[in-house]
């Protein structure tokens, strides 16, 4: 039986997930550059740099709560239930991925002179994303974009081996824990873990969270914060914490 709290997660993504038709303007990767040419500080702008710097003291929770492309995974891995397939060095395509977006935002800024106006609604001026047969389509390419890797390579591959946001997320937590700055973190009491599992599977990041109780370290670049393993415990061994 799913806990309140992942109730409350998965219901979000799932809203999300339906109301992306209208929204995926607002999360556009490439309106924050195409805005940045032209002087204009689109939504996205502001929703982008807020997602890396909320990270420094929340670190990746984004991706558990608030992030469309993981509702549609969250979906594809109910219909599908495919193990992630483990493909060596292929995750370094996000890290890839990431440094060209941040740069051509940059370098987008630069040639368009830096920004003189904000446009919150930026190339959407009905407010909805899909307002049009080519919007729509947009709509259905956007969606494939996490499915098929879930598809070829299971559970949450996309995050896994594509995504360039989750990366931004994991740089400025990383800077956050040098910083040390207090964050919104995962803890483990090792004492009272009976090694049953239960935390490993029910993980939607395929992350050997047993293995990382036992050695009572539970800090993992990969990890979204979703609490998932502690509400699947029986023994209530992981829960939030909050400090250095």
Same mark, same amino acid.
């Given at each position: ?12 993504? *799932? ?61 594809? =891995? ?8 483990? $493909? ?17 935002? $940059? ?34 390419? *956007? ?40 964050? *919104? ?31 009572? =370290? ?12 502690? =509400?699947?415990?029986?023994? =209530? ?8």
């Amino acid at each position: 039986m799913l806990s309140t709290r992942q109730r409350v997660r998965r219901g979000l993504l *799932l809203v999300l997930f339906l109301a992306f038709p209208i929204l995926y303007n607002y999360y556009s990767p490439y309106l924050i550059m195409q805005g940045s040419a032209e002087g204009v500080a689109t939504f996205s702008f502001f929703l982008w740099t807020g997602w890396a710097l909320t990270a420094l003291l929340i670190g990746r929770i984004a991706c558990a709560y608030i992030c469309p492309l993981g509702a549609a995974q969250m979906v594809a =891995d109910k219909v599908l239930g495919r193990p992630l397939t483990r $493909v060596r060095y292929l995750a370094l395509l996000k890290y890839l991925l990431a440094a060209a977006w941040v740069a051509g935002i $940059v370098l987008a800024a630069l040639a368009g002179g830096g920004y003189r106006t904000v446009n919150l609604l930026y190339m959407t001026e009905s407010g909805v994303s899909a307002d049009s047969l080519r919007g729509l389509a947009m709509y259905y390419f *956007l969606i494939a974009i996490p499915l098929l890797p879930a598809v070829l390579l299971g559970r949450r591959a996309f995050c896994h081996y594509l995504c360039p946001f989750g990366v931004i997320n994991m740089a400025t937590a990383r800077l956050g824990r040098r910083l040390r700055l207090p964050q *919104l973190r995962l803890e483990a009491n090792t004492a009272a873990c009976t090694q049953c599992q239960r935390c490993t599977r029910a993980c939607p990041m395929s992350l050997p969270v047993t293995e990382m109780v036992q050695r009572g =370290d539970m800090t993992n670049h990969e990890c979204i914060l979703c609490a998932t393993c502690a =509400d699947e415990c029986p023994h =209530d061994v992981i829960r939030y914490e909050w400090g250095r």
